[in-house]
Structures are given as structure tokens and as C-alpha cells.
């Protein structure tokens, strides 16, 4: 049973940020690989995940919407070797990061077993916008589609 978290009238057009919570709540809870989150500048962030063992060629990093996903996969290289004891894992792995709106990928790499990913976060810019409030000559004081202009950027512009 899922819980909806922005019932409130006063919250209009949050279901896409309601589905991205849905989804991050649905990645794997799998603690592997480790991973550290850090601000690194006022507009940076960067993931950094303990891949030891991974080449770059095992590691795959894309953007799906508004997640970042993170596969690994080592080619099984153990054909023909005998293990007394095999303590290190070769497994696949997902990990998903799910992204705020404008947060952009700038650059990945990998170093001493460590898989860099760098992000930028823009500042949001204030946006104050008058709206026109404009006479309707219909009785019941509504206004018809008439009346409304075209839907700009999100926004309904008055005529």
C-alpha cells in the first residue's frame, strides 16, 4: 500500500516528485557497493562508489529521466582456476540515484578502485511574475478557455 504524500490541495502538479519518491524508495536496500555522497563546492556534489575489482569496461553509468544508474558487471575470469577459498565477490551490481530537476552529470572516473561521479546543482534564480487580472463580462464571472491564452513554460499567459 503506498502512501500519498502531497494530499494537500495546496500542492498542485507534484506527482512527478511523488512517482521519482516512489521510486527511490523501490531501489535496492543491497548496502553493495558502498557509496559516499559529498558537497564539494556550493553547486557540487559527488558520488563516489568503492568498486574494487571493476575495470572500466565492467562499469556502465547512464541517466534514465530524472536517475542515475550505476551497473557493473566483471566478466567471470575465474574459468579454469581452482580456489582453495573465494572470498571476493564477483557479482553485478544496480545502484540508482534519483536526481533533482536541473542536476547535471559532469563527468565520471575511476581511480584506485574508486568510481568518481561528478554533479552540478544550479542555483535557482527567483522568479517573480505579475499576473494580469482582467475583466470577465460573463455572468457568472468565470473565465472560458477564450479568455485564457496559450500555456508558456508551465504557465497560463492572460490575453
Do not use: C
Request: glycine share 8%; hydrophobic share 40%.
Amino acid at each position: 500500500m503506498t502512501t500519498r504524500m502531497f494530499t494537500s490541495p495546496l500542492f498542485l502538479g507534484f506527482d512527478h516528485l511523488e512517482q521519482m519518491l516512489e521510486r527511490a524508495s523501490k531501489t535496492s536496500s543491497d548496502g553493495y557497493p558502498p557509496y559516499n555522497i559529498e558537497q564539494i563546492s556550493p553547486v557540487g556534489l559527488r558520488i563516489t562508489l568503492a568498486v574494487a575489482g571493476f575495470t572500466m569496461d565492467d562499469l556502465q553509468i547512464t541517466q534514465e529521466d530524472n536517475q542515475l544508474v550505476i551497473r557493473g558487471r566483471q566478466a567471470d575470469e575465474a574459468q579454469g582456476r581452482v580456489f582453495l577459498h573465494r572470498g571476493i565477490a564477483a557479482r553485478q551490481f544496480q545502484r540508482a540515484f534519483v536526481l533533482a530537476e536541473g542536476i547535471e552529470v559532469k563527468g565520471a572516473w575511476l581511480d584506485n578502485g574508486l568510481l568518481h561521479i561528478d554533479l552540478a546543482r544550479p542555483q535557482p534564480e527567483p522568479r517573480v511574475r505579475t499576473i494580469q487580472i482582467n475583466k470577465v463580462g460573463k455572468a457568472n464571472g468565470a473565465a472560458h478557455e477564450a479568455d485564457i491564452g496559450p500555456v508558456v513554460e508551465g504557465h497560463t499567459e492572460t490575453r
